[in-house]
């Protein structure tokens, strides 16, 4: 509660106020679990003092739970609303950096989003992502060592993206399965395939979620992105993306997700620039960008 709040209310009703406090936290005192005590004590501490400082109403409340209500009907298996609602508000990347303290010249992590799929399709190195997803070709190339500079051999990459667009497949409503696979790094830690150039694209703002970015006057776009998921035995596994150069978005993207270390130049390729692999794009401009990827020490 601030100073000022504090003087508009009467000292007899802070005393009732944090009464209600003191019972609830009491209440946990025969929870067996020490992690889930501690987490659920400051949660309450911090809840009943956001409702004392800003001195909600009960019409305020009762919006709120409709909102959180609305956010669950429209949760389902291909989409999270609690997801963006955490991601809009800055909670996930705050847990990202909570969760990922800077190691050395680790790759920075960054928000893990709504549409990772468990099963996807594995490739081989230089293989193609898109699964007829449309969009301009794009090379991705790079190695994944650890923070000594060891190439890591075997790295699971899991990638994927949007397409030209703006969807992920998971958006269209069928069985598709498209810009999303996985492959693992060779012998010298690198890796290598096609997948999209990654143009800009809103998230969903169909349902609660939206209405709030609405309510507050923020867009709902994302920066071009590349999302990132490198695990590997006794190295911390990293989830991140990569965004692209010149973006306009990069200063007001919906989700906080932006770091400068993650920000790539896509380097622009005419249509008669041979590709690296000798693939025949038929005619087709393409893009390629490298990301070297850096792992750190499991429990760093």
Not at 106 to 124: C, L, Q, R, S, Y
Not at 231 to 240: D, E, F, K, Q
Request: proline share 6%; with cysteine.
């Amino acid at each position: 509660m601030t100073s000022e709040t504090r003087a508009a209310v009467p000292a007899e009703q802070q005393a009732r106020e944090a009464e209600i406090t003191r019972q609830v936290l009491d209440s946990f005192g025969d929870c067996t679990d020490p992690r889930l005590r501690e987490v659920l004590k400051s949660l309450v501490r911090h809840l009943h003092a956001f409702v004392r400082e800003v001195r909600l109403t009960e019409d305020e409340w009762s919006k709120g739970i409709d909102f959180l209500t609305r956010a669950g009907h429209i949760t389902h298996d291909r989409r999270q609303e609690f997801i963006l609602l955490s991601d809009v508000l800055g909670a996930s990347m705050q847990t990202v950096a909570v969760n990922n303290q800077a190691y050395g010249d680790a790759t920075e992590a960054t928000v893990f989003g709504p549409f990772f799929v468990e099963e996807n399709p594995e490739i081989e190195n230089g293989g193609d992502i898109a699964f007829g997803a449309a969009g301009e070709p794009c090379w991705v190339e790079g190695t994944v060592t650890d923070s000594t500079g060891k190439p890591v051999p075997g790295a699971r990459i899991e990638v994927w993206e949007a397409d030209e667009d703006g969807f992920y497949d998971t958006q269209y409503g069928d069985d598709r399965t498209a810009a999303r696979a996985h492959l693992f790094t060779g012998a010298d830690g690198g890796y290598r395939f096609w997948g999209l150039t990654p143009t800009p694209y809103p998230i969903p703002h169909d349902g609660p979620v939206g209405e709030l970015l609405a309510a507050t006057g923020r867009s709902p776009m994302r920066a071009s992105h590349l999302h990132f998921m490198v695990s590997a035995p006794g190295l911390r596994t990293l989830v991140t993306h990569i965004f692209v150069k010149g973006d306009e978005l990069l200063d007001h993207d919906a989700v906080f997700g932006v770091k400068e270390s993650l920000v790539k130049e896509f380097r622009r390729q005419r249509p008669d620039t041979p590709a690296p692999d000798g693939r025949d794009l038929e005619g087709r401009a393409w893009s390629r960008v490298g990301f070297d990827i850096v792992l750190a020490p499991d429990g760093a």
